[in-house]
Structure formats: structure tokens, C-alpha cells
């Protein structure tokens, strides 16, 4: 085994030990465990680099069963395990780079400012970073299940960090019961993949996208069903995980709740952490679901839902993280979208675009906080331009690879994501038509929504006394987010596939990285494949292909350039009015997000707890009443015999005579003496 | 010897009339000591039994049995004297009748 598969576990454990530091001695390390975990998270970065160098140069991936948590021969094991193959070693580097980043931003956003509970906070982000690491790395289903948990419970206790007030804890509670709700499904399903596979193992012949594979094609049934509606019905439970903890719809109603926490959490949550594990979790299991039609074609049409319906949301909000936070939701669904409409390497490769920008747009918002002394309303802002250089082009980079304008890494990985869905949508799945054109919608409502945050918080006069006197920043706000602010505008580059189709130059790294086989199944042309003959997916273009390339992505900058123009058309100039407030009934039914919490709440309150009252009722008046029945005869009878014992042992001894006497009578009467 | 010109009945009536002595105490007398001394009277009565019976029976068992019964006794005794006493400062008696809180 390679030395760097041996350091692998360190990944892991790096973080987790600045966790236990944190926890254990927080009060007494440098800067309350920010110093350790960054040293932390740069040793995890330099290890996962390493990983992902090997990986790329020798081509040899890593399989193995790490610790059998139970051995039972005859039904199956639970073990973890270590997969490094393509998509775990590049996620490991994401995961990584971003949490770095955090800690070393947290040094700015959380100690300069003199927050409270800073031990606890960096104790929180180590086992964060950890959680999620392990996550990654995971080679079955359950420990990835496991893991899953511990990312949610996390992202409960940073989000809660600021206990004492009135909306975090609320907020964290939120979080952690609406992705619970999705996580019972996955529960659900791990068992049920255990149980129909007999190992849940992702990669490899022996992993159960693979025996899924072979039982399709002998046709086998399961208790009762065919295979491929019992393997839906799997698919789907284990999709509810995805769907909640990516902040799909109907499960998207946490994530902007979870604003409540430090913005550099929101930065980890939202880029590399909890909401893209839903993403990752689909794109592990993408043998399995390429088998399956009807569920990618439920993938697709939640991905392309979420994409537009989070969209029309973001463009009416006043907070600038509010903003952010819809437009992550809308931007996983573009990955959701992606991954239904067969494109593997799209959706990893817009999770890999987005981790940069949205951590970028995050951080480059607490820096705004940061100056505006935790005022989020972005009309107190305006006029940040010229006050915060490094900030503003850093997050104006940032936003228009969000709106994905050319040539931001935003504009690659969007339209790639687009095209695929377009192709294989011309390929007879007309289905995925509807799912192209939600997607195609919110192309133009980002670049509107991203334009008019970017002009109100940094554009015209100031609006307050704050935004004229900002609160200057230091290093560690600036030097994340210029690496970020480099980073969102060339990592398009890694893939750039329409230049490759257009000049014929081999500049389509990600996909030649993704599709490389290293024998475990994982591997994106084998994907490919299994869409194709499984799923029926095909490509077809209008024309030629590159006709159809340029038709799409002229259609999609078209679109974001005309949402970035009216933006801009609207909210330039010294004093921009409240545009959004002309759409009257509209806004507010957009400002209250559907009325989705209301809707929620009613769910819980009006339903399950007029159901729970009845079955309460039911259980303390049928239930509680027979058994009481029954307990009051047996408390009457006693209270009655208890008399016989009257405390005097004469009595007692009395009694016993009598008894022996009734024994020798009744011995003697069956022993035929009298 | 003289004893083998007894019948074992003889014995034996001897041995009810003890217990019968012990039971009456028993069952009448509201003394702890009293009760203590009718208690000796059973274990006694049985002891007669125990010894009667091994002789007639030509075995040494029963008579060994029948010391075992005896040391029983005294520790029985010890006991019984302890619990006297602490009836006697609860309830500043010796009658057992008094002794009755604890019942229910």
C-alpha cells in the first residue's frame, strides 16, 4: 500500500484532534484553538493535495475495509472503511481548502471581534471539518450514514453558537429536524440496501451499485417486486437523505434559517460542508441511480424545481445573507439537476465551481458584516467600493461567476450543466425539457438577483452613517478571499469542455480525470454507460454539436447577461429606489418564502399534533384504562387480604397451625387414613 | 439398660406433650421471654425425637444431629435475646403484641 493511503486516516484525524484540543483546552491555546485548527486544516489540505497528486500520477486508487464494527458471517458486515477513487480525493481537497480558509477567516470575523464561547466555536468547526472528511471518504453506505449525522449535528451546534439569543437556537433546531426528517429516510434505506445486497459498499465488483447492475440484467424480483421498482423505491429513500440536507424542495426551508450562525459557518455549510454532502451523497452512489429512470427523472425535475423556485425567492430579500442563502439553494439545484439529467461530470464539477464562489461570496460577506458592524440589510449599505478595495473585486468575482458571466468559473460549469440536460433532453428524454427550461429561468433571476445585491451593498451613496465609516479588516479577512477571489475566476478552467469541442484542444481536465477507469466502477464513463443502456439516456443535438453548444451557451449568457442588465438598469446610480417593492402581492408572497414555514409549521402544529392528541387521548382513556381496570381490582383485593397481616406473631404463629392442621386433614382425607 | 425395657411410644407421647407445652405458650403468652422459653420447649421436644429415634435405630447420626440442634438453639437464643432487647427500648415492654407498626 502506497505510504500516502497509510496517512489517509490522518485526514481525518487532524481535525478531529483539534476538536478534542479545542474542547479540552481551548482556554489556554493560542487564540482559543484557531492557531490549531488552522495548522489543523492545512495539514489536512497539504495531505489531501498529496492524495489527489498521487492519484493523478499513479492512477491507483484505494478500496479497503478499515475497522468491522459487526462480524456476523451468516447476513452481513458493518464496517468502515477508506474509498479513494477520482471523486473522493478531488471532494477531500475541496472540503479541505474551504475549511482552511474558514478557520483562517474566523481568526477576523469571530477573535478580532471578541465573540464569546471562541473555544467552543473552533471545537464546533474541527469536528465539523472532520465529520465531513470522514464522510467523503467513506466506502459504504452506513459510515457514510454515520457521518452524514455528525455533519448535521455540527452544523446544530454552529449555527446554535450564539446560544443566548432568541433566533439562533431556533434556527439550529430547525436545521437539525428538517434534514432529521429527510435523514430517516436515508435510514430507511441504508438498512434496505443492507438487506437486499448484503453489503453496502460503494465501489468495486462487490459494491452493490454493481450487484444492483447484475440483478437488473437477470431480471431478479425482490419481496415480490421487479428489480428495478424495489431499487426506485431504495433510490428514492436514500435520495430523501440527499434532498435534506442539500436543501431541495420541499426540504430547502433550514437553510436560510441557518443564516442565524457566524457567517463563516454559513461559508463551510453552504460551500463545502453539510449542503454539498446531499450532492456528494447522490454523486458516490451514481452506479446506483443511473440505473434507475424514474428516479433521475425525479432528481432532475426537484434539481430544476429548486434551481427556479429558490431564484424568485433571493430577488425580493433585504439581507445580503438571505440573498446568499437562496442562491445556494438554487445553485444545488443546478447540481441536483445535473445529476438527473445524467451528467456526472457536470454536477461535480458546478459543486466544485460553487464551493469556491459561494465560500468566496460568504466570506466576502462577513467582511461587509465585519465593516458595517453586523448590520446585514443591504440598504444600509451602498457605497462599500471605494472603502473595502480587496473586498469588493474579490466579491464582485465572486458574483459574477454566480451569475455566470463569462468567463468566471460560474459560466463553465453552469452551462455545461445546461448543455448536458439540453442534449440528452433532444435525445428522447422530452421530459427533461421541462426541467431545461426551470433551469434556463433562474439563469436570468441569478444574474438579476446577483447584480442587485452586488450594486446595493457596494454601488451608489452610502445609506447610513456606518456604510460612510466603515470598519476596516485585516489580513486574515483579506487573504482568504483573495485566494478565493483567484480561484473563482480561473477554476473554470479545470473543464473547460466547449473550448475542447470548439478547437479540438484536450483542455477538459476535470472530465478526463472523472472518466478515467481505475477498475472500482466509480468512474464516469462507466456512468455513461449505464444511462445509456439502463436509463435510455442519449444525446442529440439541433444541427451539429456545435451548433448546439453555442446555442445553449449563447442562450444561457443571453439570459444571465439580460438578468445582470435589468439589475443593473435598475439599481445604478446614486440612490437606487426599492424596485421590488412596485411588485406588490408578489413580494410579500416572495418576502414570506411561499408561505413554505407557515406551511411547515401547520404540518406540525395543526396535523401531527392534533393526530399525536388523538392518539394521546386514545392511549390514556382505551389503553391506560383497561390496565387500570384491571390494577384497581387487584388494589382492592389487596387492600382487603392485607388485613390477615395483623403485625402479631402470635397470629402468625397461630395461622401456621391451622395450616399445618388443614395440610394433615386434607393428606389425610387423599391418603385414605380416615 | 434400662432404656431399652421403655417402649418408644412412651417417647414419643413425651416428646408431643413438650411440644404441645411450647405450642400452648406460643399461642397464648404475649411475653417475648416467655415466648423465647416456649420456643426452646419445640426445638426440645424434636430433640427427644431425633435422639429416641437413632437409638432404635442403632445409627449415631441422629444424635449428632440432635447437638447441632442443641448449639442451634443457644444461637437462636442469642439472637431472640438481642431482638428482646431492642423490643424493649422501642416500645419500653417485652410484649410482642405491641410490636405492630411495621405491618402495613
Redesign the interface.
Known sequence: MALIYELTPAIVLLPLASFALALFFGQWLPKRGAVVGSLATAGTLGLSLATLGWLLTTGEPHNQTWYTLVDAEATFDLTFGILIDQLSAAMLVIVSLIAFLVHVFSLGYMNDEGEPGLSRYYAGLGLFTASMLAFVIADNLLMAFVFFELVGLCSYLLIGHWFTDEAPPSAAKKAFLVTRFGDYFFLVGVVGVLVTFGTANFAGSGGFPALAEEALAAGETFFGFGAETWFSVLGLLVLGGALGKSAQFPFHTWLPDAMEGPTPVSALIHAATMVAAGVYLVARMYGFYALLPTVLGIIAFVGGFTALFAATMAIVKDEIKQVLAYSTISQYGYMMLALGAGSYVAAFFHLTTHAVFKALLFLGAGSVIIAMHHNEDMWAMGGLKDEMRVTYLTFLAGSLALAGIFPFSGFWSKDEVLFETLIHALGGSPLLFGAYAMGLAAVFLTGFYTIRMVLLTFHGDPRSDTAEDPHGVRWNVKVPLAILGVLAVVAGAINLVPVEKLTGAHVAFLEGYLERDLGLLTHGAHYSELLHDYAGYQSAYVGSEVTTLLLGAGLSLGLALLGAGTAYGLYRGASPARHTEKLGGIRTLLMHNYYQDEYQVWLAEGATVRLSAAADTFDQGVIDGAVNAVSSVSLFAGSRL?RL??????NY??LL?LGLLALLVVFAILGGWL | MVLETVPAEYYLVLSAAVFCAG?FG???R?NALV?LMSVELLLNAANINLVVFSFYWGEITGQTFALFVVALAAAEVAVGIGIVLVLHRNFGDVD??D??????
Open positions: 392485607r397481616q395483623t403485625g402479631i406473631v402470635t404463629a397461630a397451625l | 405450642l406460643i399461642l397464648t404475649r415466648f410482642v403484641t410490636a405492630t407498626t411495621m405491618r402495613w
